[in-house]
């Protein structure tokens, strides 16, 4: 294994306590004056991020959705990307206490074959779906980085009449930087890897003896990722182990350091929060987080890392769901299955989830209750295919002409499901829809360019995008 680099060089758990601590006797007004900022876009700083971890006042509470909302708006607009999660092995090491994967719990483990994977993929294609985040346990025997690039390989090469995959991203254990090179080159999307918890003592308490105990060798996974080329890294924190304001403050520094070090930090952040899973009770998780505090995070990131997609998976409800993305959500799953082989399953009229999901709509029903809020779902993988990763993502998201791509490539995407996938109240309400949002697009070229694409849709062609 190679070595970890120190932690405390970049999450200093005494300078998060002594924030939180200096927060607890921030007036009104001293919040007020940090939403003033943060309406003038001006950055935060650690200190005002945890003041305002201590609203509580209810005008001050929709003040934070409200500028939130406009900071979404104003960057992502009303796009909302679409994924699905394709767990492939189950086999794991680790003794995670909040984990059903955990080694103690006894069950027989799964591992997908490649007939399996494609199996899986063609029945996520027949949703419609593009857009993937490959989830597996830890186990270096049974499921090694070798069955994980064959598994991107089957999935990057199952195409159905409709076309392929086009961007898978990675949710597998924090490895190594020659590991992590053979990942970029198989041509994944984000690497994704949740800290679980930036509490150093409860990361310890929660993950004994095993190959994730290290919280130093996990915390550092993303500079080993980025030194082996992968551009864009996506972040999380299981919300329910320890206390969440810590947790938010560790995944600003997190993210800094990055910045600092790289010149891009996280991609995306994660929002999971603790589910009942087999072989633990939430009961003997003393931090579990409460709607409103979970809903206040959610915007408050909105307003410390403005240019950072958040994703919401269906361990939320659809009401939940639906909240959050005026507050800062820019990414959902859709239609999820959290079991290995539960597609094909599900798909047989047999349904084997790891644990009960939230938001059971099917992705029809997502995008018909997207659409009728106003929200062009979207199933977009151009920046990546186009290389704009990493700083060159961020530095599109900070100009405007971030719109004059994503809104296109958005619609065109739309459009494409709806031909492809939608039945007539989809392709009724979808064509009014889009017709609509297309004469939004600001550059007059780019509009044609839209409409034009919109047509040789139509006609037969596919996959296209700016
Ligand atoms: N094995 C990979 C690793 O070690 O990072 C991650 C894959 S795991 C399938 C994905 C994530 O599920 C974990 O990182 C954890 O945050 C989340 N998870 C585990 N147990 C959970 C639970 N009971 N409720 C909600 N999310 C959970």
């Known amino acids: 294994m190679e070595k970890a680099m120190e932690s405390n060089m970049f999450i200093d758990e005494e300078l998060i306590n002594e924030l939180l601590e200096n927060a607890k006797s921030a007036t009104k007004e001293d919040i007020g004056a940090i939403l003033a900022k943060a309406e003038n876009r001006e950055k935060l700083s650690h200190q005002d991020i945890a003041n305002l971890l201590q609203i509580e006042d209810e005008e001050q509470t929709k003040e934070l959705f409200k500028i939130a909302g406009q900071i979404k708006n104003e960057i992502y607009g009303n796009r909302v990307v679409l994924f699905a999660p394709l767990y492939i092995s189950n086999f794991c090491v680790n003794e995670c206490k909040y984990c059903g994967f955990s080694r103690s719990n006894k069950f027989a483990r799964k591992k997908l074959t490649m007939d399996e994977i494609k199996d899986e993929v063609r029945v996520l294609e027949k949703m419609g779906h593009k857009r993937l985040a490959l989830e597996a346990g830890q186990d270096p025997v049974n499921c090694d980085i070798d069955y994980i690039l064959d598994a991107l390989d089957a999935i990057y090469s199952t195409y159905n009449e409709n076309g392929n995959i086009r961007r898978v991203n990675v949710n597998i254990a924090a490895t190594t930087v020659d590991e992590y090179r053979r990942l970029t080159e198989k ?273 037969g062609e596919r996959d296209l995008y700016l």
């Open 187 to 459: 041509g994944i999307g984000t690497y994704i890897l949740f800290q679980e918890t930036y509490h150093k003592p409860t990361y310890e308490d929660m993950h004994v003896k095993s190959l994730k105990s290290d919280y130093d060798y996990h915390l550092t996974a993303f500079d080993r990722a980025m030194e082996g080329g992968v551009d864009d890294v996506g972040a999380g924190v299981l919300f329910g182990l320890a206390d969440p304001k810590f947790e938010v403050l560790g995944l600003m520094m997190h993210n800094e350091h990055l910045e600092d070090k790289f010149g891009v930090g996280f991609h995306t952040i994660s929002f999971p929060r603790l589910k009942k899973a087999e072989g633990m009770s939430l009961e003997d998780f003393p931090h579990i987080l409460d709607d409103e505090m979970f809903k206040k995070i959610v915007a408050i990131t909105r307003l410390a890392v403005p240019y950072t997609g958040i994703i919401m998976s269906t361990r939320e409800s659809a009401e939940m769901r639906d909240e959050l993305l005026r507050y800062g959500v820019s990414q959902v799953s859709a239609a999820s299955i959290t079991g290995v082989g539960g597609y094909k399953a599900y798909d047989d009229g047999e349904i084997i989830d790891q644990f009960e999901v939230g938001d059971s709509r099917s992705a029809d029903e997502m995008i018909k209750s997207l659409i009728s809020s106003g929200y062009i779902p979207s199933y977009c993988t151009a920046c990546y295919r186009k290389g704009r990763t990493g700083d060159r993502f961020m530095s599109l998201a900070k100009s405007r002409q971030i719109h004059n791509v994503c809104t296109p490539n958005a619609l065109t995407t739309l459009q494409e499901f709806i031909i492809d996938y939608g039945d007539d109240e989809l392709t009724e309400m979808g064509e009014k829809f889009i017709a609509q949002e297309i004469e939004k697009i600001e550059r007059d070229d780019i509009r044609e360019i839209a409409k034009s694409n919109m047509i040789k849709l139509k006609e």
